[in-house]
Each structure stands twice: as C-alpha cells, then as structure tokens.
C-alpha cells in the first residue's frame, strides 16, 4: 500500500498520466481517471496509455499502486486529494475553455455529495483564465455537492510547467512548484505531497489561487518574450558580416538578470502552451482595463518569424520546375510527436502556399504529420532520404539524429542547408553545398 494521502488523477493524457505514475512511483496510491477505455485498461495492464520517455519506468516503478476507472465516484471514494489534468482548449477571444473542468467537477462533486466524507480537496492543474477557479469552478462544486469550501472540501491551483518530450524529468525535478490555495492548510498539504515526490529541492511558492493563476500564464508569457527577443536577434545578425547569434547570446545570458534559458535564436515557439498562454495573457491583461503590448508584439513577432524563412527558402530555391524542398522534422520540439503551433508545420503551409513540393522526415511525428497534410506531401523514411530528394533541405528543429548530417547524405549539386538551430558545422560540406545557419552572416543571402 502507498504512504500518505491517497491520491486520484483525473485526465490520463500525456501529462496526467505522467503524474499519476510519478506519484505512484513515489510511495503515493493512485487511482486514475479517464474517460477513454483504451488509457484506462493500458494502465490496469500495467502499460503507458501515451508515448513520452521515461513513463513506462515510472509505472514500473509504481509496482502496484497505480491503477485506472472511468467511475469518478469510486476515484473520489478511495482517495482524499483529486488532480484534475484535462483539456482547456483556447476560445477564439484568448481565454481558456473550462468546459472540460466543469464536466469533471460536476461528476466529482455530485460524488462528494453521496458520499459519506469529512473532507476532499480538489487540485486544479489544467491551465485557466485568473479568476475561473474562484468565480467558476468553487462555485460549482458548493452548489452540486451541497458542500462548503474550507469546511467540507479545499481547493488548490496548481499547474505545472513542463515540457512534452520531458514531462517525466521535469515534474520529478521542477525549478519551482506553484501552489494556490483556498486556505492556508491546502498549500500545506501539497507541499508536503511535493517534497515526497521531487527530486530535487524546489522553490514552493505558496499564495492565493488568484496569484497562482495569473502567475502561471505570466510566467509563460515572459519566457514567449525572451524567445521572440532572441529570434529577433538573429535576424538582426543575419544581415551584419561576422555576427554571431550563439555568441551573443551566450554573453547575455551570462548575465544574471537574463540567464541562458530560452534565449536561443532560432524558429517561433510553438507547442500546446506558449502560444495559447502568451494570448491568454493578453486577453486577460485587456479583459482588466490593460493592453499587454509586449505580448501582443511576441505574438505578432512569432507569426512573421516563419514568414521570414519562407522569404529566405524561396531565395534558393532553382527557379525550374521539379524542385524539392525537404523539411527535417515536424514536431514543435525535439522527442514528442506533438505538432500542435509547430514552426515546421507553418513553415510547410507556407511553402505548399508558394506551390512548392515539399517532402518531410522526423523520427516521431510524422505519422501526426501524415494525418495533418496528407498527401499534400511527400513523406521520407529518413534524414538520408529527404537529401536524396530535395535540392533545398531545412533543419527545423534541434534533433540529436540531425547532427551526424555531413557529406554523405548529399545527392544533388548544389543543395542548399537551411540549418535553423546551428546543429551542423557548415565548413565540413565541400563544393555544391551552400550551407546557410539562421543567425549568421551567409554573404547576405
């Protein structure tokens, strides 16, 4: 049996169900929750619903005290804190759907109201717009359940911020864990929760659920801005002979009011929560008497980043019918098959918009690609592959297999190498190759 409070996990997507495993690999028993059977019976055999690294070793470590239902009132019976990590889709106006929560909840708390229980508290991980746990979601869970915040049920907000590729690494060794809470005793509890499961020795920044919600999309927001800088960087360098963005920014982020994270020139940012949270920020920001202009300049900045290498392609590209570009990789990051705001997905619609035939190669996400475009592109088996076939190929994102690219792989002369994070060292390629590196100087092209 697991130690400490028992714990269910509602949502056992990629981030649900890395956390209902890292918890049950930590001592915690856990039962999870979801709605589609598939996740549910993978994790009763024992198996991972989704593919991220590392998850299959924390359900192994977990040796039994994980398991699955798709009957909320026997998650909320055997446990005593709820994790709810489901989908909030972004609305046309910049604010996050609760849909989703709401649905849960109401199962939740219609259980609460049936069962004979002093007390549950309800974490909220889903990432929402300031103000919907308290205004929304508390609410909600007084009125179905007939139950009173702080004397029959607490509440928490608690996101998380992680990476899909890295999800497992980074909940077991967060730079800080941020906790909301209806009252103090609630943030007590999860800290102590926490400090069982981390790995390391976290910052617990501990306040209201008001602050913590703003916090977190502030906080996603912020780093968008520091990309967008960087990025905007490296423009710059392209067009001044002998400046060098990784040495820039390497110097900048020396600096101890910078610091060296995300300050990368390369692609946009993409992914399921940069771009999403960056324009929550500025719904929320304009929704209070605001207008969050830096946040809205990264955005713009974001969108035009892509159209800036569409320009740079089509300058390289032979003028005669039949040319091939190739795009080597899909996905918005390195080790996920996530394509969701992917810069390499912008960047294929926008050259197919230019009636260019592009062919594509990542080594996970191109069967999501393939669902995605469908035969509107060609698809390579691999790296070799998509240099046998294009005269003109791009290395969208910082993939370890990208780096062993060298002389061998060429096929046509010339080939041009748009090499978007600087993975390859361009003087090794002989004659024929006109190797360009987005943030360097390339004789003005």
């Known amino acids: 049996m697991g130690s400490g409070p028992a714990l269910s996990v509602v949502g056992l997507g990629k981030l649900g169900a890395c956390s209902a495993a890292c918890f049950a690999a930590k001592g915690f028993q856990v039962t999870g929750v979801d709605i589609n059977r598939d ?12 593919r991220e690294p590392r998850l299959q070793e924390m359900i192994n470590l977990s040796q039994g005290r994980l ?9 909320m019976r055997v446990s005593d804190i709820t994790f709810l990590i489901v989908p909030t889709p972004s609305r046309t106006d910049g604010h996050f759907s609760d849909k989703y929560l709401k649905d849960a909840l109401t199962h939740l708390a219609g259980a609460l109201g049936k069962l004979d229980k002093e007390y549950h508290i309800f974490v909220i991980t889903s990432t929402v717009s300031p103000g919907t746990t308290e205004k929304t979601l508390i609410p ?3 009125s179905v359940s007939g139950r009173k915040l702080n004397r029959d049920f607490g509440v928490s907000y608690n996101p998380e911020f992680i990476a899909l590729g890295s999800v497992i690494t980074d909940f ?4 800080m864990v941020l906790i909301g809470g209806s009252d103090p005793s609630v943030c007590e509890t999860l800290e102590g929760i926490y400090s069982v499961v981390c790995e390391n020795r976290p910052r617990m920044a501990k306040m209201s659920i008001i602050s913590a919600e703003v916090t977190k999309i502030s906080l ?12 905007t960087l490296a423009n710059i360098c392209r067009r001044m002979p002998g400046a060098d963005i990784d040495h820039i920014t390497a110097a900048l982020g020396a600096d101890k009011r910078i610091s060296p994270h995300y300050l990368k020139g390369g692609l946009s940012f993409g992914g399921p929560c940069f771009p999403r949270d960056n324009r929550a920020f500025a719904a929320f920001a304009r929704e209070h008497g605001v207008e969050a202009r830096l946040a809205m300049a990264t955005d713009e900045i974001n969108r035009t980043q892509t159209d800036l290498l569409v320009d740079m392609i089509m300058g390289h590209v032979p003028e005669a019918d039949g040319s091939v570009v190739g795009v080597l990789g899909l996905a918005y990051k390195p080790n996920t098959p996530v394509i969701e705001e992917s810069a390499a997905i912008r960047l294929i619609e926008g050259l197919l918009e230019k ?13 999501t690609a393939r669902a995605h475009f469908g035969d509107r592109i060609l698809y390579a088996s691999s790296a070799r592959d998509c240099f046998q076939s294009a005269t003109v190929c791009v290395l969208t994102t910082p993939c370890e297999e990208f780096k062993a690219i060298d002389g061998s792989y060429i096929a046509h002369n010339p080939t041009t190498i748009v090499d978007c994070w600087r993975l390859l060292d361009g003087a090794k390629f002989g004659e024929g190759i006109n190797y360009l590196a987005l943030g360097r100087y390339n004789n003005g092209k």
């Open 67 to 75: 398991r699955a239902t798709r009957d909320y009132e026997e998650a």
């Open 172 to 175: 077991l060794n967060p730079d």
């Open 140 to 142: 909600l869970i007084e």
């Open 39 to 50: 996740f549910v019976d993978a994790i009763n055999r024992g198996e991972a619903p989704v």
């Open 220 to 231: 996603n927001s912020f780093v968008t801005m520091k990309i967008s800088f960087a990025n």
């Open 355 to 367: 009636n260019l035939e592009v062919i594509a190669y990542d080594p996970i996400a191109t069967d």
